[in-house]
């Protein structure tokens, strides 16, 4: 069941390849518990093991129109329809929207609550500061904006 694993301070998640790693040398992420038991995402991942749907393999897998957990690992299109979905679900638009797009929502919004570039780069993987800080510059529009501050 891929290379997970929980302990008190959140899931260590060991990625074997990604956009940034494609030599495959691999990477260990940590994701800290939310502080929304009904949003955190390491008590989603408990609570997807505790269901039984994976015993073994890849974690995350698309489920068929029957409601049956397929067997390989999700793909990049799979993703993109399930960002693509939910974006349609909230009332935006899907074409704006694609799996990329939670990497740039992470790094943008933690930008906003005041994140470091370095902490951003070793969540999201990103190598280059400059490309961090291009989702950064556009997270940070409104944040320490001057014209906020005239009370208009």
Known sequence: MGDCSFGKDGLTVTLRRSKTDQEGA???????YGANPETCPVRVVQGWLDAGPVAAGPLFRSINR???????????????????????????????????????????????????????MNQTGHRSVQMVRRYIRDGSLFRENSAGKLGL
Do not use: C, F, N, W
């Open 26 to 32: 691999g990477r260990k992420v940590g994701i800290p």
């Open 66 to 120: 029957h409601g049956r957990v397929q067997p390989g690992s999700l793909s990049p299109a799979d993703i993109a329809r399930v960002v693509k979905k939910l974006a349609q679900r909230a009332g935006l638009d899907p074409a704006k929207y694609a799996g990329h797009s939670l990497r740039a929502g992470h790094a943008t919004s933690a930008a906003i609550v005041g994140a470091s570039e370095r902490s951003i």
